[in-house]
């Protein structure tokens, strides 16, 4: 009887598993290092975050800001999933980590100096200091800069959640091939030199738009026009998928994720732009029913030209029309009525319709979820309309736009999107061509294998 000896593992294979776990505990120490080093080091910070609250304390403002905190914390992995399903099957997982990722880096980005730069003390109009670095001094007491009637902790927390999904929004452009570790980099590197300045212009105490009176309620310009215009720049510099063609519709392999995804972003987007009151009073309560009813315009104007196009209302087309409906009443939900965020919802979505096919159709820009057309274009419709019906008897803090005798603030709206669009853009495009030694994209073969198996090893699917 044959013996059949048990072949043993080559010696190259064992000299691997040994670097490995050389690799491991290497990173074990230096990980806990750098946390006993964070732990040692936060006795310069003891109290910083404490203080006392004081009278001016409101509970039921504060118990609403930390509701809609949770609600905008929501839509970052809800991105994930309205992106997820419309990728194909071998990226699904790819994408949705990647929302987790910018959820966890963003965290901890805006508590040791993000929110610094946008809302610590003044320079030049440009970028806030780091007197708030670690968030010394921002504790329990109001900053009433900002918010007089909730901690300050409860002010920065919200704003966080600002700061994560705006990177979020882009990786929509690069969806399939873009390189994790270089995606890192990015997020770093783009939300310290993108995303704080222009916060900062646009509502940090002596920012140069927010003291020429450009009016963003809830981060139209902020959020939507710097991640839909950084997001067009990546899509040129990272370049097109390996199996892109030029009007092809998405291989999307989940619609129900865009649906799930969909519900989600719309919920939570009543923390969005009604947690923007920072209170729990009347503007609160107009923010929420203008989003809602902006976003029910968007997403049946997207339906019945989807209908008219294609003989079948999508339902991947609704849910797209609601986004960016809600994209576009963002900025102005805090300073319009609900007669005109049916005419914002209805005009956004006529726009982000035509401008999606636009870019599919007529060019070779593999903007893989067309971030630029939805949230770039949205965002650009709805600054401008806000410098159209702006109505400063809703919003004291605001001013009236053209519809009601004031063209200036058109001006100033239009100012502050050509300035947003312009450096969201060419940073967004310099950064990376900064990044490409590293390597922006995946191989060949794993863009073929596809992200979720080649760079995570997991399966989204197993059926």
Not at 103 to 127: A, E, H, P
Not at 147 to 170: C, D, K, R, S, V
Not at 232 to 238: D, F, K, P
Not at 296 to 301: G, Y
Request: proline share 4%.
């Amino acid at each position: 009887m044959a013996v059949v000896e048990t072949p043993r593992k080559p010696a190259t294979s064992l000299a691997q598993s040994q670097s490995v776990y050389r690799s491991f505990g290497l990173a074990v120490i230096l990980t806990l290092a750098v946390g006993v080093a964070v732990g040692i080091l936060s006795k310069l910070f003891a109290g910083a975050s404490a203080g006392a609250p004081g009278s001016a304390i409101n509970t039921g403002d504060t118990a609403w800001v930390m509701i809609a905190t949770a609600l905008v914390m929501l839509m970052t992995p809800a991105v994930g999933f309205f992106y997820g399903g419309m990728v194909t099957s071998k990226n699904v997982v790819s994408v949705i980590k990647q929302s987790l990722l910018i959820l966890g880096i963003v965290s901890i980005q805006w508590v040791l100096f993000g929110y610094s730069l946008v809302f610590g003390k003044d320079v030049g109009g440009i970028i806030g200091s780091l007197n708030f670095f670690g968030l010394a001094g921002v504790g329990y007491a109001p900053n009433p800069d900002y918010a007089g009637t909730i901690p300050h902790l409860a002010f920065m927390a919200f704003q966080a959640t600002f700061a994560i999904i705006t990177p979020t929004l882009i990786i929509g452009s690069f969806a399939e091939r873009i390189r994790f570790r270089t995606l890192v980099l990015f997020v770093i590197l783009w939300s310290t030199l993108v995303y704080d300045p222009i916060a900062h212009w646009v509502w940090g105490v002596g920012g140069w738009l927010r003291n020429l009176g450009a009016l963003d309620f809830a981060g139209g310009t902020v959020v939507h026009i710097s991640a839909g215009f950084a997001g067009l720049a990546a899509a040129l510099v990272i370049g097109k998928r390996r199996d892109f063609k030029q009007g092809q519709p998405l291989a999307s392999n989940n619609v129900p994720f865009v649906l799930l995804g969909t519900a989600l972003l719309w919920f939570g987007w009543f923390g969005f732009n009604a947690g923007s009151a920072l209170a729990a009073g009347a503007l609160a309560v107009n923010a929420f029913v203008v989003t809602n009813t902006a976003a029910a315009a968007s997403a049946l104007t997207w339906m019945l030209l989807s209908w008219v196009e294609h003989r079948k209302p999508s339902a991947m087309a609704t849910a797209t029309g609601a986004v960016c409906g809600l994209v576009a009443i963002t900025p102005a939900s805090g300073f319009v009525g609900p007669m005109a965020s049916i005419a914002i919802g209805i005009i956004a979505g006529v726009v982000t319709y035509v401008m999606l096919l636009l870019r599919s159709k007529k060019t070779k820009i593999d903007d893989t979820l067309d971030v630029c057309a939805a949230h770039g274009m949205g965002g650009v419709v709805g600054a401008l309309l806000t410098g159209i019906f702006a109505e400063k008897v809703i919003n004291s803090a605001g001013n009236n736009g053209l519809l009601f005798g004031n063209p200036t603030q058109l001006g100033i709206q239009l100012l502050s999107v050509a300035v947003t669009m312009v450096y969201a853009f060419v940073v967004t495009f310099i950064l990376l061509k900064l990044l490409s030694p590293l390597g922006l994209r995946v191989s060949p073969e794993d863009e073929e294998a596809g992200l979720d198996v080649a760079v995570h090893g997991e399966e989204g699917y197993r059926l």
